[in-house]
């Protein structure tokens, strides 16, 4: 019996010590049976205690006096015992698959259910048992033994043990699957809440649910933030049906952000991301976050962007209302032209507004019967009216400003002015045509005007 084995028979097995004047290389068949009861005994007792894989592992390397590797299903090490690098666990299953490869063994393994033993290549060789980790009906990783022909048991009762103490390491990582999940949709909970807080804080109450929420998620009463929203326009070819290109973009934030709170909801990602600006600085910094984050997913194929940044949370009672803010810039950026990109609500202007008219026909009706004939015109002539009217709105009626953005001069800029009030039928020395035809151009701008 190795070393290890003798101290699991005084310490782990004290009843059962090994019988008095035994002759070397003898086993008393009674003695060794009532050591695998006992063993599969505590393994089974094991599983009901505050004893994590890693315990199981150890116990099966010193109960049966073998190297001993629990491997996932990519055949990384979650615990090892009985050996310094579990590398030699792993390496002594390649060993022994020879041609057919490791992944041949583990899945035959998990096809059939059951544990198995690798025939041993070479004659003095120490043979590799390798039983499957169930969880429900999926197969959650392998535990490996490798131990010598010279121990107590033989090779079938250390594969019966094995598959005992697999068993019991199938139970406890269920378990933790199970607690991480609860963990989970409490956490998914508190975020909702957060989101859709009654009111956004407006009470002593309000505020302090709100804050003790933030405070389970992480969040640092002491820095300031923006809440950012990011969504899919147009899925990619490398997109998969699910939540795949969604959980992408989940950790791709996590990544960027590491302090951001981040979690997906059905069909959009939210951030609500901690800067170290003030302002337009803050803000700037989440529109970065977003457009680092839009182009790893352009990258990777799995769609077009867009992405929504709220206002400064101004505390965690403020959190729903960022958030408001960075879905109505998100759908602002869906809806007018849907080809993606970032837009935060301080940008969006009157489309403020123009974002509540639920039907986009409505809108682009009320922008062609405004300047509806100067877009034919356009068309006709080639004249660039739109953008010259919007350009000379955005500089506050100026045509020497218009025509240094346009590259012409002054004098063509007041031409084409004159021409849209004569197709249009509009004066902009009337404030209500002058409401009116930049209203119209914002729709067509943010629409498109196809």
């Known amino acids: 019996m190795t070393a290890a084995g003798a101290a699991m028979s005084t310490s782990a097995f004290p009843s059962d010590a090994a019988p ?3 002759q070397a290389g003898a086993r ?3 003695y060794v049976l009532r050591k695998i009861v006992a063993m599969c005994g505590r393994l089974s007792a094991l599983a009901s205690q505050d004893v994590d894989v890693a315990g199981v592992v150890r116990f099966l ?3 049966v006096g073998a190297q001993v590797a629990l491997l996932d299903r990519t055949l990384e090490v979650i615990a090892f015992a ?3 690098d579990p590398a030699e666990v792993v390496g002594k299953l390649r060993d022994h698959a020879g041609g057919s490869g490791p992944y041949t063994v583990l899945n035959s393994a998990a096809r059939n259910r059951r544990p198995l033993t690798v025939p041993v290549l070479t004659g003095d060789a120490a043979s590799v048992i390798v039983a499957p980790v169930s969880v429900g009906e999926d197969v959650a990783g392998h535990l490996l033994t490798v131990g010598g022909r010279d121990h107590d048991l033989t090779e079938d009762m250390r594969l019966l043990v094995t598959e005992h103490a697999a068993m019991v390491c199938g139970v406890m990582l269920g378990r933790e699957l199970v607690v991480a999940a609860a963990a989970g949709r409490a956490r998914q909970e508190l975020f909702e809440g957060l989101l859709h807080a009654r009111g956004g804080g407006t009470g002593d109450r309000e505020d302090g649910e709100a804050e003790r929420w933030a405070r389970h998620l992480g969040y640092d009463p002491e820095r300031r933030y923006h809440v950012l929203a990011v969504a899919l326009v147009h899925a990619g070819p490398s997109a998969t049906a699910g939540t795949g290109p969604l959980a992408f973009v989940e950790s791709t934030l996590t990544r960027l952000a590491p302090d951001a709170i981040v979690a997906t909801r059905q069909d959009e990602v939210v951030a609500i991301v901690p800067v170290n600006g003030e302002g337009d600085e803050g ?5 970065k976050l977003a457009s680092a984050c839009a182009a790893s997913i352009a990258e ?3 769609g077009v962007a867009a992405a929504g940044v709220g206002n400064e949370c101004g505390g965690a009672a403020g959190i729903a209302r960022s958030y408001a803010e960075a879905g109505r810039a998100l759908a602002g950026v869906r809806r007018m032209g849907g080809s993606g990109g970032v837009a935060a609500f301080a940008d969006l202007g009157i489309h403020r507004l123009l974002l509540r008219v639920p039907d986009v026909g409505d809108l682009r009706a009320f922008a062609d019967e405004v300047i509806g004939k100067l877009l034919d015109e356009e068309e006709a002539t080639g004249m660039e009216y739109l953008t010259t009217l919007s350009v000379y709105f955005n500089e506050n009626s ?3 400003r218009t025509a240094r953005r346009l590259h012409v001069h002054p004098n063509t800029v007041s031409y084409r002015i004159r021409r849209v009030e004569e197709i249009t039928g509009l004066s902009f020395d009337v404030h209500r045509d002058r409401l ?5 151009v914002e729709i067509l701008t943010g629409l498109g005007t196809s």
Do not use: H
């Open 61 to 63: 390397s010193e109960g």
């Open 28 to 30: 008393d068949e009674t």
């Open 398 to 400: 100026s045509p020497r």
């Open 82 to 84: 009985g050996v310094d």
């Open 20 to 22: 008095a004047g035994r």
């Open 436 to 440: 009116m035809a930049e209203v119209a």
């Open 283 to 287: 803000l700037a910094e989440v529109r």
């Open 300 to 302: 990777r194929r799995l």
